[in-house]
């Protein structure tokens, strides 16, 4: 994978945290940046991606207590 080097002002204090936390798992300080901007690009993938959902269970009318019931349904459809 291709990377590019970028230029981040991060408050000291946050850094001194960063670096601790880099230290004690034996990380360097990129690649604990690099996993912590992953997992907050996936984060927000997952939330765009439940709303999404929500919607379209709202717009159908299916209710929370309906989530086990159609489960169900559909495992025993694919048996």
Excluded: C, H, W
Aim: hydrophobic residues 35%.
């Amino acid at each position: 994978m291709r990377t590019k080097t970028i230029n981040l002002a991060v408050p000291e204090d946050l850094l001194n945290e960063v670096d601790k936390v880099a230290q004690d798992e034996y990380r360097t300080r990129s690649e604990l940046l690099r996993e912590a901007l992953r997992r907050y690009v996936l984060r927000k993938q997952f939330i765009t991606l439940t709303a999404s959902l929500q919607k379209q269970a709202k717009d159908k009318g299916f209710k929370p207590e309906d989530v086990d019931r159609i489960v169900a349904a559909d495992r025993r459809a694919r048996k």
